[in-house]
């Protein structure tokens, strides 16, 4: 059945797992909201409409390497540059997608690629902020925005049971359950990368054995086809050059890309066996390898996925690409603000 919902129904937070930090400049009649795509290389922010279009866009590098107020200093910017569009005052509020772990019920966060920002009040300094001017702030984590923009206009659109993923030097992920937005209580559910699919794997970041992350990321890939033998061509030792030999029949690098494959089949079947999801749909940088990931994925799922109400579970690619931080962030101010019942455009 189809739902046009992105996320749970508001309560005195907004949706679960996002919290709302509500100021007086939000009572207007606007009909945009502000979004932040916070990574560890960029932060990009947009004016997005109540049907997801993104009307202005800009960025700037995230600094990461430097001071957690440097950082901050780069989203000032982005705001300051959004808030100097003549749209800007029809923004009703500002949502966030950040790069993880996010603490939702605090309004902080502490990603892991910018070591400047550990419990880091993001959403008070936002909420504080000149420019922001006391709009009410959602924040979600970046892989449970990725869900939120492909349950809205993608690839899980129409699916009310869904696994999003990102895969990329991390593995992150988001769900749908019974048509809504599951973050969580800190807006973390979903992270399938940190499910052990090998109990005495190697040691993960986390302090866990065998995460899927320690297979399956683009530096997991990588890692491996060097350590069995993979001769890259040039100086590119990226997943994606292991892809690219793949596809030319280099055996190592179609073993790396299997391995992987078989790591996230076990996390996937896993959730699905756990919460019934009908279709898994898989973005970030290592998807774009293409049918050299998604071939031996398809194949190893039909060897995890037994029980008759899993057998049925769809692997598709993502379809918003780089927009879908976005997208996924507006999606949830959207929503978390009431919005969407007033617009009557989603």
Not at 172 to 194: D, E, K, M, R, S
């Amino acid at each position: 059945m189809q739902t046009e919902r992105t996320g749970t129904e508001p309560g005195p937070r907004g949706a679960a797992g996002a919290v709302v930090i509500a100021g007086g400049a939000g009572s207007g009649t606007g009909d945009l909201v502000a979004a932040l795509d916070i990574g560890g290389t960029k932060i990009a922010g947009a004016l997005v409409d109540l049907r997801g279009g993104l009307t202005v866009r800009t960025q700037r590098p995230t600094r990461a390497g430097e001071s957690g107020e440097a950082v901050m200093g780069s989203v000032a910017e982005v705001l300051d540059e959004l808030a100097a569009h003549p749209d800007w005052e029809r923004v009703r509020g500002v949502g966030i997608g950040s790069a993880g772990p996010v603490d939702a019920v605090q309004g902080t966060v502490s990603p892991v690629n910018i070591a400047g920002w550990r419990e880091f009040p993001l959403v008070e300094r936002v909420v504080r902020h000149p420019t922001a001017g006391g709009l009410p702030v959602v924040l979600i984590g970046d892989a449970v925005a990725m869900t939120a923009a492909e349950h809205w206009q993608g690839a899980a659109r129409g699916h009310d049971n869904a696994l999003c993923m990102v895969v990329s030097t991390g593995v992150g992920g988001g769900l749908v359950l019974g048509g809504a937005l599951h973050p969580g209580p800190t807006g973390n559910a979903g992270h399938i990368g940190h499910i052990s699919v090998d109990l005495d794997g190697d040691l993960c970041p986390c302090g866990a054995r065998g995460c899927v992350e320690m297979f399956a990321s683009g530096t997991s890939i990588a890692r491996r086809a060097l350590r069995d033998g993979w001769q890259p061509t040039g100086d590119d030792t990226s997943a994606a050059a292991v892809a690219a030999s793949a596809r030319a029949g280099d055996p190592v690098a179609l073993a790396a890309y299997d391995r992987a494959a078989q790591a996230l089949a076990a996390g996937i079947a896993a959730t699905a066996t756990l919460v019934e999801i009908d279709v898994a749909v898989i973005g970030g940088g290592v998807a774009q390898a293409g049918d050299v990931l998604f071939a031996p994925l398809r194949a190893r799922l039909t060897e995890y996925a037994t029980l008759p109400f899993v057998q049925g579970l769809e692997v598709r690619p993502a379809q918003l690409g780089t927009d879908a931080g976005l997208v996924g962030a507006a999606a949830a101010a959207i929503e978390s603000l009431g919005l969407r019942a007033r617009s009557g455009q989603l």
